[in-house]
């Protein structure tokens, strides 16, 4: 994409494939030391299940910007395949970013206010802040913001981006 170097988006969601890589990579050792003490030594984790939840939460989140930023979330174009004016179809498009954008912005605002809500509170096992679960959601949000910022600007300046 032209304009990953231009406003540096590309850089930055590099670093993030490898922290989503790195997670999934600390996910299966979590599991498979689970399943060692477990069934071999039968001293089962008390804190296994609750680390590889919150770590997949978090990579359910991150995941989602990284798909976003290169265009692989499913779109659904069935009204846009029938309109034929190329200018209304740059509209119906930055219609659907104005809406994603908005819904970014408040599942952000209404996140926080729930990882503010649940800061205090501790995870069972780990004895964590609950927060930090919680705290995928709005990260998830803000890093998804910017591409569609992108996307915006590049269907007013009528480039081809992913939908």
Same mark, same amino acid.
């Given at each position: 994409m032209n304009g990953e170097k231009k406003n540096g988006?590309?850089?930055?969601?590099?670093?993030?494939?490898r922290v989503l890589a790195s997670m999934v990579i600390l996910v299966l050792a979590e599991v498979l030391m689970e399943v060692f003490f477990r069934y071999l030594l039968h001293k089962p984790l008390s804190w296994g299940g609750e680390l590889s939840q919150t770590i997949l939460?978090?990579?359910?989140?991150?995941? =989602? =910007? =990284? =798909?976003?930023?290169?265009?692989?979330?499913?779109?659904?174009?069935?009204?846009?395949?029938?309109v034929k004016s190329g200018a209304a179809k740059r509209v119906?498009?930055?219609?659907?970013?104005?809406?994603?954008?908005v819904f970014l912005i408040i599942?952000?605002?209404?996140?926080?206010?729930?990882?503010?809500?649940?800061?205090?509170?501790?995870?069972?096992a780990m004895q964590i802040p609950a927060g930090i679960l919680y705290l995928a959601f709005p990260t998830g949000c803000l890093l998804m913001l910017p591409v569609v910022f992108r996307d915006i600007l590049a269907a007013l300046k009528k480039e081809d981006r992913p939908c």
């Open positions: 988006l590309g850089k930055g969601f590099r670093l993030i494939d939460v978090w990579i359910t989140f991150i995941g =989602a =910007a =990284a =798909a976003l930023f290169r265009g692989e979330h499913m779109t659904i174009d069935l009204l846009l395949h029938r119906l498009r930055l219609i659907a970013l104005a809406a994603i954008a599942g952000f605002k209404a996140g926080w206010t729930v990882v503010e809500r649940t800061w205090k509170m501790r995870t069972t």
